[in-house]
């Protein structure tokens, strides 16, 4: 579905990303993690274009996009879902969804909308609602659902969980499970919740400095304590 070969990129005459290669199949959780400032968002910022590449390759589907424009790649089936102003928060939770629907591929907007409310009940509470009185919680939800109305074949996932309360924690955990497991979405996330990545995804990519240190599955990076305690923070 998704293949990044020898990335290099940043942004300008900052190079963040030192020949980073990763793939990701249909269906697959991909859980990029590391320390701060290793180039995480820089990883999803390159796979849908709004990086400079200087060299490499990423190819959907086949298709290579590399250097392609954002709109373009969104357009391909790409949904990206910023950690930060990921939401219009003088909107309603409805207006936020429609609008985003309206600029896809989605025939009936409708039923777009219901299945949402279907993944997330608590939207459809809230969706007469100004999004700048929810939660953070049900922020994120909504901007994981502004992402997932596109209909899109990847999802891309920049800390998604970050500064929640452990309830909403565990609930966008167990969301982001089922929106794999009903729709076969093919998920990148990166996250600084060591313990969600792990239990969350099917191959683990460790990114330190712009590379990548490490690539596998969940039970094979925790028994490599020194990457486990070194650079993630975990174990004694």
Wanted: with cysteine; hydrophobic share 40%; proline share 3%.
């Amino acid at each position: 579905m998704l293949k990044v070969k020898n990335l290099n990129s940043g942004y300008g005459k900052l190079h963040v990303l030192y020949d980073v290669s990763l793939e990701c199949e249909k269906g697959e959780i991909i859980s990029v993690i590391g320390p701060n400032g290793a180039g995480k968002t820089t990883l999803l910022n390159s796979i849908f274009g709004i990086a400079n590449i200087y060299s490499g390759s990423i190819t959907i589907d086949g298709k290579e996009t590399t250097r392609l424009p954002a709109y373009v790649i969104s357009r391909m089936g790409v949904a990206y879902v910023l950690q930060m102003l990921n939401v219009f928060a003088q909107l309603t939770v409805e207006e936020n969804l429609r609008i985003s629907a309206a600029y896809s591929k989605v025939k009936d907007i409708n039923k777009a909308t219901e299945k949402i409310y279907e993944i997330f009940p608590i939207l459809r509470e809230r969706k007469k609602q100004l999004v700048g009185t929810l939660s953070g919680g049900e922020r994120q939800m909504l901007a994981i659902s502004i992402g997932l109305i596109r209909n899109p074949k990847i999802l891309l996932l920049d800390e998604p969980t970050a500064g929640l309360m452990p309830l909403y924690v565990k609930m966008i955990a167990n969301k982001i499970k089922e929106i794999r497991d009903m729709r076969g979405i093919s998920i990148i996330l990166v996250e600084q919740n060591v313990q969600k990545a792990l239990e969350l995804a099917n191959k683990v990519y460790v990114l330190v400095s712009g590379q990548i240190i490490f690539k596998g599955s969940p039970s094979e990076l925790k028994e490599k304590h020194e990457i486990m305690k070194l650079y993630l923070g975990v174990g004694e």
